[in-house]
């Protein structure tokens, strides 16, 4: 058999609000809200450079069921222009661009074919190879019973087999759980290949045949470092090989900054200073955060006279005038300690109440926030451990201001 060749994406999430970069610059701002879609462009791009026999999109391409005028636009326009090449395009959507969405409708040109609601078989003649395309599109937001079991067993041995699948490996809980399923189940249905969505970072989860979810094409917060893309397949004699290609228009990432004998402030900064331009030389554009290790007793000092906010605020000053922009989102000091909190009775008191906060408790605090009809869109549900964090960040802070304002 001669070979085929398709791109497999996911999770485009166009036009993504992106939540917590309020005290970004217009400029940088800005930057970032079209960042998605210049993830999609670049994605286009290399659909009509390398011209693959067609593109599977699994899920999500909308970060919202309202399906912004805007993204629906652009995501129309790539598809036209995939048209113009004779590129096919098989599209299933999931749970944030499910199909009682309310939206303007744009028309998508012939050569996009949308599976339905119900598990259907897509065919597609590639060079006189038979390609056999299953999938399905969510009906609503919510679809959390097992759905594997409406995908047939493939059985035709002279043709290429895939399933498009957006859902939950079972007993995935890093997103919410939908249309689960475990691998077993998938190598049950004798496919070639498995084009999978919905989970946001890059994995594979099988390898022959191929199990894979792409991730998304462009970071949106601090949970997804690291760079995005997609993957072109080649399936040759039934065995593929699969390759990764980056898309991200900013790169999010921690970088650990090694601190140590260090002294004086200029000595810090000129460190933090290198550590991102080796960021900006290997990745170009990026939202960072920076981790400062090493820090003895003397460096310490440092963070003792001048607050965190100050250091960030001055790092962020001195990338300024460098490109491709880098936003130095957070500075988090590594074992940040306070030698010279010295507790009380009623210190330890409060310290006490801070350690008895459970992430529940938390979640209770912070509810109100997350429950606003307006507001929680722009918000990520807090992990058990971005809540204890927050616990660990309050004691810290308690410590500091009472060291300061001691005596």
């Not at 998938?186 to 989970?199: R, T």
């Not at 470092?225 to 228009?249: E, H, L, M, R």
């Not at 909190?341 to 912070?366: F, G, M, R």
Request: hydrophobic share 35%.
């Amino acid at each position: 058999m001669s070979s085929i060749r398709f791109f497999h994406t996911a999770d485009l999430h166009l036009d993504s609000p992106f939540k917590g970069m309020s005290e970004l610059p217009e400029k940088g701002f800005e930057k970032l809200r079209n960042s998605t879609f210049e993830a999609f462009l670049t994605l286009i791009q290399k659909a009509i450079e390398e011209k693959p026999d067609f593109v599977l999109i699994v899920g999500d391409i909308y970060d919202g069921e309202e399906r912004s005028l805007r993204a629906q636009k652009i995501f129309q326009s790539g598809m036209e222009q995939l048209s113009e090449h004779q590129i096919p395009v098989i599209i299933s959507y999931g749970n944030h661009d499910h199909l009682k969405g309310k939206w303007t409708r744009f028309s998508l040109p012939e050569n996009v074919f949308v599976m339905p609601k119900e598990t259907t078989r897509f065919v597609l003649n590639v060079r006189d190879i038979q390609v056999k395309i299953y999938g399905f599109s969510y009906p609503e937001r919510h679809v959390p019973q097992a759905m594997i079991d409406t995908y047939p067993i493939a059985t035709e041995q002279n043709a290429v087999h895939i399933g498009m699948l957006h859902g939950s490996l079972q007993g995935n809980t890093s997103h919410d759980v939908y249309a689960p399923f475990t691998i077993d189940e998938l190598l049950s249905k004798n496919y070639d290949y498995w084009a999978l969505g919905h989970i946001h970072k890059r994995q594979v989860l099988h390898t022959d045949p191929p199990i894979i979810y792409p991730g998304n094409i462009q970071s949106r917060h601090r949970k997804e470092q690291g760079v995005k893309g997609f993957y072109d397949v080649t399936i040759a004699n039934f065995a593929a090989d699969c390759t990764f290609i980056p898309t991200s228009a900013i790169v999010y990432e921690k970088i650990e900054v090694d601190c140590g004998n260090l002294i004086h402030a200029n000595e810090v900064l000129r460190v933090c200073g290198q550590a991102i331009e080796d960021f900006r030389k290997q990745y170009g554009a990026g939202v960072v955060w920076l981790e400062l290790t090493n820090i003895d007793q003397k460096g310490m000092s440092l963070f003792e006279d001048s607050s965190v906010a100050e250091w960030l605020e001055v790092i962020r000053e001195q990338e300024e005038e460098y490109t491709p922009f880098i936003w130095v989102q957070a500075l988090e000091i590594d074992k940040y300690t306070v030698d010279t909190y010295e507790p009380t009775i009623a210190t330890e008191s409060v310290i006490q109440v801070l350690n008895e906060w459970d992430p529940q408790h938390l979640k209770e605090v912070v509810k109100d926030l997350y429950q606003h009809p307006k507001g929680s869109r722009y918000f990520e549900e807090l992990t058990n451990e971005e809540l204890n964090h927050l616990v660990l960040e309050a004691k810290q802070l308690f410590k500091r201001n009472m060291s300061t304002n001691k005596g």
